[in-house]
């Protein structure tokens, strides 16, 4: 009996997983016929113009079903911050996607993982407080240290301390050299792609920096990172929880993960507190939409949705929340056999790119030998150091010769973005043009031009990030809400930055507020501006100023 009564809840769940109350709740309203005389402006579609080709021009744009749904929030369509019980459809649709991931408690995020991440990291933390980090986290964690007060204590990522030791890892790859002064294009396969992965955060790593600092917080890491690197999460959370803090988990290429067993295993399946995903990064949701998720007792739920309150847009979209609830819907329902026809075009396309000369992918053996765990294959990291070809360029040459945008390029190499959107068609068009790219460029490309010399950039952005070691002189609170100036970027060594850098994409910090400015790291910033890579953070977007501590340094 009781089997049978199990069975019949785990079909009444899988059922009510088909459902989108916030899609249903707003269809109702619309066939309701209400005559707007609130929010939003355009009513609908726009406003009525003079001539026939002014009239409704939002509405022509993007659809006329888009501007009717693009709703405020009345009564009937719940409310993103207040919002509680079975009446309120947003908060059915957060119940169903904390049951759909196997969470305590989901929330909906239009603000962006951005929010999520400061809101985790301000619900966790108060001024003067410690939270131990992964050097190369996204620059919205940055942006949570300097909202709450805390001070970062980061993981020593070097490759010495990785299991076995630094030869032991790479001669298990067959890689006969090490460091940036190698000449790619003479290196073993394995070290190539190697050059541009960062090292891991292990959980050696993490008890070191527990021990160093007892009274820190809680621990944050990145997993899966931009290029699908998925660290020890298991191993990490239980140091972390060994030492009585949270494991924080920043996941936003993650969103797909629980629903197929030929993925790595996701974050919270793996022990994490809480975890933030960009449903809009591999999931069908809308540019923005994002979920926060906790689970267990070690984060207290209340101060998240407090700090969501306070980081939130008070006027919520509903085309992003919408999207959101009808990805989770999507995915549920759909993602295994989606997930199960991408992975089988994904198997024969990476044959095909991994013969190809000159071209070389991240596999899951080297991300092992870099102290990871496992390697989301929906990622694709092409490294171009056998063609003597940048990745820039590369880039480049796909998007004018084959109308084809990668995801990111670095000098290293660039980032292509497989999800359940794509098909055979557009799968086998990235072969052919990764085949027309190999062609064309072997040996005849120059792997290094534009550097300043001696520039370790060649190793790659991901590489350089996790390794800085940057003398940390305020909080990143202090710097950012100091008394500041703007000097010149090469007269800047020696002085404190007031401001996030972070070549974007990744959006991972190369300075952060608080941070003693080195000439290495100048270096680095005078490179990446020749390679025409934006920067997100400072306030002057060419980067020939920097904003830093005045006083200081």
């Given at each position: 009996?009781?089997?049978?009564c199990?069975?019949?809840?785990?079909?009444?769940?899988?059922?009510?997983?088909?459902?989108?109350?916030?899609?249903e709740?707003?269809?109702?309203?619309?066939?309701?016929?209400?005559?707007?005389?609130?929010?939003?402006?355009?009513?609908?579609?726009?406003?009525?113009?003079?001539?026939?080709?002014?009239?409704?021009?939002?509405?022509?744009?993007?659809?006329?079903?888009?501007?009717?749904?693009?709703?405020?929030?009345?009564?009937?369509?719940?409310?993103?911050?207040?919002?509680?019980?079975?009446d309120?459809?947003?908060?059915?649709?957060?119940?169903?996607?904390a049951a759909?991931?196997g969470?305590?408690?989901?929330?909906?995020?239009?603000?962006?993982?951005?929010?999520?991440?400061?809101?985790?990291?301000?619900?966790?933390?108060?001024?003067?407080?410690?939270?131990?980090?992964?050097?190369?986290?996204?620059s919205?964690?940055?942006?949570?240290?300097?909202?709450?007060?805390?001070?970062?204590?980061?993981?020593?990522?070097?490759?010495?301390?990785?299991?076995?030791?630094?030869?032991e890892?790479?001669?298990?790859?067959?890689?006969?050299?090490?460091?940036?002064?190698?000449?790619?294009?003479?290196?073993?396969?394995?070290?190539?792609?190697?050059?541009?992965?960062?090292?891991?955060?292990?959980?050696?790593?993490?008890?070191?920096?527990?021990?160093?600092?007892?009274?820190?917080?809680?621990?944050?890491?990145?997993s899966?990172?931009?290029?699908?690197?998925?660290?020890?999460?298991?191993?990490?959370?239980?140091?972390?929880?060994?030492?009585?803090?949270?494991l924080?988990?920043?996941?936003?290429?993650?969103?797909?993960?629980?629903?197929?067993?030929?993925?790595?295993?996701?974050?919270?399946?793996?022990?994490?507190?809480?975890?933030?995903?960009?449903?809009?990064?591999?999931l069908?949701?809308?540019?923005?939409?994002?979920?926060?998720?906790?689970?267990?007792?070690?984060?207290?739920?209340?101060?998240?949705?407090?700090?969501l309150?306070?980081?939130?847009?008070?006027?919520?979209?509903?085309?992003?929340?919408?999207?959101?609830?009808?990805?989770?819907?999507q995915?549920?329902?759909?993602?295994?056999?989606?997930?199960?026809r991408?992975?089988?075009?994904?198997?024969?396309?990476?044959?095909?790119?991994?013969?190809?000369?000159?071209?070389?992918?991240?596999?899951?053996?080297?991300?092992?030998?870099?102290?990871?765990?496992?390697?989301?294959?929906?990622?694709?990291?092409?490294?171009?150091?056998?063609?003597?070809?940048n990745?820039?360029k590369?880039?480049?040459?796909?998007?004018?010769?084959?109308?084809?945008e990668?995801?990111?390029?670095?000098?290293?190499g660039?980032?292509?973005?497989?999800?359940?959107?794509?098909?055979?068609?557009?799968?086998?068009?990235?072969?052919?043009?990764?085949?027309?790219?190999?062609?064309?460029?072997?040996?005849?490309?120059?792997?290094?031009?534009?550097?300043?010399?001696?520039?370790?950039?060649?190793?790659?952005?991901?590489?350089?990030?996790?390794?800085?070691?940057?003398?940390?002189?305020?909080?990143?609170?202090?710097?950012?809400?100091g008394?500041?100036?703007?000097?010149?970027?090469q007269?800047?060594?020696?002085?404190?930055?007031?401001?996030?850098?972070a070549?974007?994409?990744?959006?991972?910090?190369?300075?952060?507020?608080?941070?003693?400015?080195?000439?290495?790291?100048?270096?680095?910033?005078?490179?990446?501006?020749?390679?025409?890579?934006?920067?997100?953070?400072?306030?002057?977007?060419?980067?020939d100023?920097?904003?830093?501590?005045?006083?200081?340094?």
């Amino acid at each position: 009996m009781a089997g049978s009564c199990g069975g019949h809840e785990g079909r009444r769940k899988e059922t009510e997983q088909t459902r989108a109350p916030l899609v249903e709740a707003l269809q109702s309203y619309l066939g309701q016929g209400r005559i707007s005389f609130h929010t939003p402006g355009h009513k609908g579609g726009g406003w009525p113009g003079s001539t026939p080709e002014s009239r409704r021009c939002l509405e022509r744009i993007v659809g006329e079903r888009a501007t009717r749904l693009d709703q405020t929030e009345l009564p009937g369509l719940g409310n993103l911050h207040r919002g509680v019980g079975p009446d309120d459809p947003i908060w059915q649709a957060q119940k169903l996607l904390a049951a759909a991931y196997g969470a305590d408690r989901s929330f909906f995020l239009v603000n962006g993982s951005t929010v999520g991440l400061q809101a985790l990291v301000m619900a966790t933390c108060r001024p003067g407080d410690k939270l131990v980090i992964s050097r190369n986290v996204h620059s919205s964690v940055i942006g949570g240290l300097i909202l709450s007060g805390a001070f970062p204590v980061y993981l020593e990522s070097y490759l010495d301390e990785l299991p076995g030791g630094r030869d032991e890892s790479l001669h298990r790859l067959g890689v006969k050299g090490v460091g940036t002064g190698l000449n790619p294009q003479k290196a073993s396969r394995g070290y190539r792609v190697m050059r541009s992965t960062p090292p891991a955060p292990t959980p050696e790593m993490v008890k070191k920096a527990l021990k160093a600092h007892p009274e820190a917080k809680g621990v944050f890491i990145t997993s899966p990172t931009y290029q699908g690197l998925v660290p020890r999460v298991a191993e990490i959370a239980r140091v972390a929880h060994g030492h009585g803090v949270p494991l924080l988990v920043d996941e936003a290429w993650g969103a797909h993960l629980p629903f197929h067993p030929a993925l790595p295993r996701p974050a919270l399946a793996l022990g994490a507190d809480a975890c933030v995903q960009s449903a809009h990064k591999t999931l069908p949701a809308l540019t923005q939409g994002s979920w926060l998720h906790l689970k267990g007792e070690r984060i207290d739920p209340g101060a998240v949705e407090a700090a969501l309150s306070l980081l939130q847009t008070t006027s919520p979209s509903y085309l992003l929340m919408v999207g959101l609830d009808l990805a989770r819907q999507q995915v549920v329902t759909g993602g295994r056999r989606y997930l199960a026809r991408l992975l089988s075009l994904l198997g024969p396309a990476r044959e095909k790119v991994k013969a190809m000369e000159g071209l070389e992918l991240l596999e899951e053996e080297q991300a092992r030998a870099r102290g990871y765990a496992d390697l989301d294959p929906t990622r694709l990291w092409v490294d171009t150091g056998g063609l003597r070809c940048n990745g820039v360029k590369a880039a480049g040459f796909l998007r004018e010769e084959f109308n084809l945008e990668v995801e990111f390029a670095d000098p290293t190499g660039f980032l292509v973005l497989i999800t359940m959107a794509d098909d055979q068609v557009s799968v086998s068009s990235l072969v052919s043009a990764l085949a027309a790219l190999a062609a064309r460029f072997r040996g005849h490309g120059q792997t290094g031009e534009g550097l300043l010399p001696g520039s370790p950039v060649e190793s790659g952005l991901s590489y350089i990030f996790a390794c800085l070691r940057p003398e940390i002189v305020l909080t990143p609170r202090e710097a950012f809400m100091g008394t500041t100036e703007v000097v010149p970027l090469q007269r800047a060594v020696g002085r404190v930055a007031a401001e996030v850098v972070a070549p974007y994409p990744p959006g991972v910090p190369l300075l952060c507020p608080g941070e003693r400015i080195t000439r290495e790291v100048v270096v680095e910033l005078e490179n990446l501006k020749r390679w025409e890579i934006p920067f997100h953070g400072p306030v002057d977007p060419t980067l020939d100023y920097i904003q830093t501590v005045r006083f200081l340094g």
